[in-house]
């Protein structure tokens, strides 16, 4: 008997390609429902927002190959998966886009931002000696680290972006948990045959963190994971539901 490693996961490659293209359906669904991707440099708390729901980040130079035409999806994402917690889905995108104004930003506050630092740090490590360090810095570290804030929120200020509504209680088994979770396992490139894979030139594949360069994802959760295909009858519903918004 050939010993084999659990950590594995044999893809089942047609099944998942088919499923992706599903997926990209209801994405190109949900853009025609909802007015299209919104880019994140371009939005404020000043226009009209769901209170909870769950985020496709897509980025420019990230196309699709086998699942069809367009831009990739690079990051799925949530809030308030904890019991009580009050996250809105604008302050969840607001941490990171960062400061509208100084055009700087708090890593601390969004793994999303700390990813793409540090992965920028791959080209230039004398750039910034404490990213990453602490769940909080006193200013003077902060002014130090504001020229790789701002140049993180440049990256993903350019990221086109969809979000879907989901007006669900708090809490880790919410139904915006559910298609996160799941969203995220069927993109993730992470011990399988690569679909979609990331382009030569991908920010994402200079990060340190091995997750982000297995999957070809801005995520580090839930990438090694398996999908179930029933939560495509949840996202379907959800989608078709959606109502457009200015």
Known sequence: MVATDPTIHIDPAPQRLADLRR???LMDELARRTGGPRRLAECSGRMEWPPRGVYFFM????????????????RVGTHALKDQSRTTLW????????QARSGSGNHRGSIFRLLVGASLLADDPALC?????????ARTIREAE???????????????????????DPGPQSVRGVIER???????????TPLDAASTGW??????????????????????ETYDPAFFVTLETLIHAAERRA
């Open 203 to 224: 920010l994402g594949a200079r990060c340190p963190r091995e997750r982000v360069r297995a999957s070809h994802l801005w995520n580090q959760n839930h990438v090694d």
């Open 59 to 74: 980025e420019p130079g990230e196309i699709r190959r086998e699942s069809g035409d367009g831009l990739r999806i690079v």
């Open 146 to 168: 504001r020229e790789l804030e701002s140049r993180v929120s440049a990256v993903i200020g350019q990221m086109p972006f969809l979000y879907l509504h989901i007006d669900d």
């Open 91 to 98: 302050k969840r995108l607001s941490q990171h886009k960062g």
């Open 182 to 192: 799941n969203a995220i396992a069927l993109l993730s490139n992470s011990g399988k």
């Open 129 to 137: 000696a404490t990213w990453g360090q602490g769940s909080n810095a």
């Open 23 to 25: 997926f990209y359906a």
